[in-house]
């Protein structure tokens, strides 16, 4: 199976797609899946980029579009975690994970899923030590805080994902791990990034909650993307196990931003032949949700995950067990195959005839519940963090889709939309106009949201309690209540390198901007640091770029 691995996005979907139609034209060879490490920037329209944490002079619609109105369809089937550069308010909508557009998948705040036998984890976001103990209180119209907050990496994801059993052959990050640079050619980063040099000394450089995964999961491979270069590493764990490091630049002209992998997996068919490409989800990653739906937070305040010798008897080890793992599979009806169940909340921008794009008038969007996370939470029995935030604040569910408001606009008869509420014994009945409460969350930045004039108006709207919230909940420890002792397995596919020669050129469309030397698509560089800085001693300094938007990282909470 080969996987192309690409850096930075940066929304330009466009550019991808065609350079990887290039090389399998050139190279005569089918790429069959498409990561991407973050900043993939699924912007719909003109108000998701104002969710975007970047300069309003930055702000561009790029391609995704096209995909997510059904213009385009994704040549190939492509999976993605979120960077700092996002449209937040789209990837709220999908807390556990989903389809962003047609045959383009989004892995969640964090995630695991299967494709075709090969395990792939990933966890969304950036590392910031002052927001990682908070919940999940963010949504949409965001204050400037709330959008940069709202794309920090939670302990609640990370302490999930340290739940996994050995196993997970890919791992994929925004930022890299703490420490990684020691196990690659340190030199030659430095010489082509000298800013690097302070934050590398102090040990600052990368994300510590990545650091504890490496070394807890162990994967055979680890991609990332964020710093904007290319860089390998190799580190070793014990038990003659070592995890293959990558990272990768953003996709620009001269810059080595793609990656191609090939894969043996067990599904391949006989005589070689593959597989149709699927997506799964993972079992064990499910239960682990279900069992530590209790641990999720909304709060703005610091929490904490249980952890081994707190005391009272709470359970701390969450590796499930078979048991467990079966009554999930049993309420998937013994089918984890991930439903292609896309559909359009927002509507899709419109580029003007004349090309031109006013900004000035647009405003960020209220937050709308996705009915592919509701779908999921209704089977898993868990909550979307989303939701629960919304209820907290006494805010009204907004679950109608594009194609509901076209038919109310067509039809001029409104479509009233349930919403699931959870934990029903938890919740206090309250008025939606109600002129006090209003007043309480402007005061707290939060914009109430103004019923439509031509719809008619919920007698009552459910609002959370917050005495009864705050508190650790006790719904569902029926499936809690059970210590566990897992075997665990410490197998891993054997993996290996494919090897490509750089392609002469890039054909004759768009990406003929990308030259060669924008692809690397050779072997990874895996030998040791020191024989790698002897190899380069002679070698004249690497030429210092000019990075592009330079502006937009140089703030120092811009991240």
Request: overall charge negative; proline content about 7%; glycine content about 6%.
């Amino acid at each position: 199976m080969k996987i192309a691995i690409e850096g930075c996005a940066h929304g330009e979907l466009e550019k991808i797609y065609d350079l990887i139609g290039s090389i399998q034209d050139e190279q005569n060879i089918t790429v069959d899946l498409l990561i991407c490490c973050g900043d993939f920037q699924s912007t719909r329209n003109l108000q998701d980029l104002q969710c975007m944490a970047v300069p309003q002079k930055h702000l561009d619609m790029c391609s995704f579009y096209k995909y997510y109105s059904g213009e385009k369809k994704a040549p190939i089937l492509t999976l993605f975690i979120g960077g700092n550069h996002e449209a937040s308010n789209y990837l709220q909508e999908l807390p556990y994970g989903g389809w962003v557009a047609p045959n383009i998948y989004y892995l969640g705040y964090a995630g695991v899923v299967d494709c075709n036998g090969i395990r792939i984890g990933g966890i969304s976001g950036i590392y910031k030590g002052h927001d990682f103990l908070k919940g999940r209180f963010e949504f949409p119209p965001y204050d400037e805080g709330s959008k940069r907050s709202v794309y920090h990496q939670r302990q609640i994801d990370v302490f999930r994902l340290k739940q996994l059993s050995p196993g997970v052959d890919i791992m994929l990050s925004h930022d890299w791990p703490r420490g990684i640079t020691r196990h690659g050619n340190e030199t030659q980063l430095l010489r082509f990034k000298p800013a690097f040099r302070e934050d590398i000394e102090s040990n600052r450089l990368g994300s510590m909650p990545c650091e504890e995964l490496l070394r807890k999961l162990q994967p055979p491979y680890w991609f990332a993307a964020h710093l904007h270069c290319k860089f390998a590493a190799l580190v070793e764990h014990p038990g003659e196990r070592c995890t293959k490091f990558l990272a990768l630049d953003k996709c620009l002209p001269k810059r080595r931003f793609l990656q191609i992998l090939d894969i043996p997996t067990a599904e391949d068919g006989d005589g070689g032949e593959a597989k149709p490409v699927q997506l799964k989800y993972d079992l064990e990653w499910l239960t682990v949700l279900n069992l530590t739906n209790h641990l999720i937070s909304i709060r703005t305040t610091n929490g904490y995950m249980p952890g081994e010798g707190g005391g009272g008897g709470e359970r701390f080890n969450f590796t499930p067990s078979e048991e467990e793992k079966a009554k999930v599979l049993e309420r998937f009806g013994n089918d984890l195959t991930i439903p292609d169940n896309f559909v359009r909340i927002a509507e899709p921008y419109q580029p003007n005839e004349d090309g031109t794009v006013d900004m000035r008038s647009t405003e960020q969007p209220q937050a709308y519940l996705n009915p592919q996370t509701t779908a999921l939470c209704d089977k898993l029995n868990i909550d979307d963090p989303l939701r629960l935030a919304m209820l907290m604040t006494g805010h009204k569910l907004n679950t109608s889709t594009y194609v509901d408001r076209l038919c109310d606009k067509e039809e001029e008869v409104p479509i009233k939309a349930t919403a699931r509420v959870p934990n029903a014994d938890q919740l206090e009945l309250g008025d939606d106009d109600d002129d006090d409460e209003a007043a309480e969350e402007m005061e707290k930045g939060i914009e109430p949201l103004e019923s439509s004039p031509d719809k008619p108006q919920t007698p009552v709207q459910p609002k959370l309690s917050l005495s009864s919230l705050l508190p650790e909940p006790k719904w569902r420890q029926d499936a809690h209540d059970s210590d566990l002792s897992t075997t665990l397995n410490d197998s891993t596919p054997n993996c290996s390198l494919l090897s490509l020669p750089t392609p002469q050129k890039t054909g004759d469309n768009d990406t003929s901007i990308l030259s060669e030397s924008a692809l690397a698509v050779n072997d990874l560089n895996l030998s040791s640091p020191v024989q790698q800085q002897e190899q380069q001693q002679d070698n004249p300094p690497v030429k210092k770029f000019k990075r592009r938007n330079e502006t937009i990282y140089a703030k120092d909470d811009s991240d």
